[in-house]
């Protein structure tokens, strides 16, 4: 069967013209940038993240997320990966929008609205980073979702000053974590394709912040639907060598 057109409608004349005659000039538009905040469990139980350090002004010599202003042909999600990976050289990376930050004077150059991004990554890919990223540690000064600007710091303990709003953004990060790792499969990221049930619960008490119940949480997460036994062992371990798991539903993250 035929489909017939739509017959000519006045209104498609008037889109027309009207389009032919907009300048876009004509109204103030802020510019649009991304950041990402990449967070990583390190084995020794501590959340990390990855800054470079700004070469230029605005901020020079301060610590700064991945970030990038958007082209106008390309998605969010796309000026987000080109961030990450010219920054830090780190490719197919789990991204997920975090948040708009739209405060007026957030950079001193002109009005930016910045699309901040939230990236997980196993500890052994975030050390794949380039040399001029730096892996630093990030300092929660609050406890479960009250929220608010975290620190980074080096091993040595010194604290890196965070560029712009940076600061506010991977606290976001932490918050929206730390409030979907228990109903979503979010905590898989930070892990490699195997591991163990020790693994697991290390990389959810290290993004909580607190320890949790072994027995408990083991519980929990067998009777979750969410792990699939692989049937083997990890290895190289003097006591009894634990089962490997794997994460059963990867895809539908």
Same mark, same amino acid.
């Given at each position: 069967?035929?489909?017939r +057109?739509r ?8 889109e ?13 538009r802020?510019s649009?940038?991304v950041?990402?905040? =990449?967070?990583? /469990?390190e084995p020794?139980?501590?959340?990390? %993240?990855? &800054? &470079?350090?700004?070469?230029? %002004?605005?901020a020079?010599?301060r610590?700064?997320l991945?970030?990038t202003?958007v082209?106008v ?10 961030a990450l990976?010219s920054? +830090?050289g780190?490719?197919?990376v789990y991204?997920e929008q975090l948040y708009?930050f739209?405060?007026?004077?957030r950079?001193?150059?002109t009005r930016? /609205?910045? $699309?901040?991004y ?20 990030v300092?929660?000064?609050w ?6 600007? $975290?620190d /980074?710091r080096?091993?040595d303990g010194t ?6 709003d940076?600061?506010?953004?991977l606290g976001?990060? $932490? ?5 979907k790792l ?10 490699p ?14 993004v909580?912040?607190r320890? =949790?119940?072994k ?5 929990r997460m067998?009777a979750s639907?969410?792990l699939?036994?692989t049937g083997?062992?990890e290895?190289?371990?003097?006591h ?8 059963a539903?990867r895809s539908a $993250?």
């Amino acid at each position: 069967m035929t489909q017939r +057109s739509r017959p000519p409608d006045e209104s498609d004349d008037e889109e027309r013209a009207f389009l032919a005659s907009y300048d876009p000039q004509q109204f103030e538009r802020p510019s649009l940038a991304v950041d990402v905040a =990449l967070l990583s /469990v390190e084995p020794e139980g501590r959340l990390s %993240t990855l &800054v &470079v350090r700004r070469t230029e %002004t605005p901020a020079k010599g301060r610590w700064a997320l991945p970030g990038t202003f958007v082209r106008v042909d390309e998605t969010l999600e796309a000026a987000a990966a080109r961030a990450l990976t010219s920054k +830090s050289g780190l490719e197919n990376v789990y991204l997920e929008q975090l948040y708009t930050f739209g405060a007026l004077r957030r950079d001193p150059r002109t009005r930016v /609205v910045s $699309v901040a991004y939230y990236a997980l990554v196993h500890a052994q890919r975030l050390a794949e980073a380039k040399d001029q990223a730096r892996i630093a540690r990030v300092e929660v000064p609050w406890e479960g979702e009250t929220g608010g600007e $975290v620190d /980074v710091r080096v091993e040595d303990g010194t604290s890196l000053p965070l560029a712009f709003d940076h600061g506010a953004i991977l606290g976001t990060a $932490v918050k929206r974590i730390r409030g979907k790792l228990d109903y979503t499969p979010i905590g898989f990221q930070l892990l490699p394709e195997r591991f163990t049930l020790a693994a697991l619960q290390h990389v959810h008490e290290t993004v909580l912040g607190r320890p =949790l119940n072994k027995d408990s949480f083991r519980r929990r997460m067998l009777a979750s639907g969410q792990l699939e036994a692989t049937g083997d062992r990890e290895e190289g371990v003097d006591h009894r060598p634990p089962e490997l798991y794997r994460f059963a539903r990867r895809s539908a $993250v």
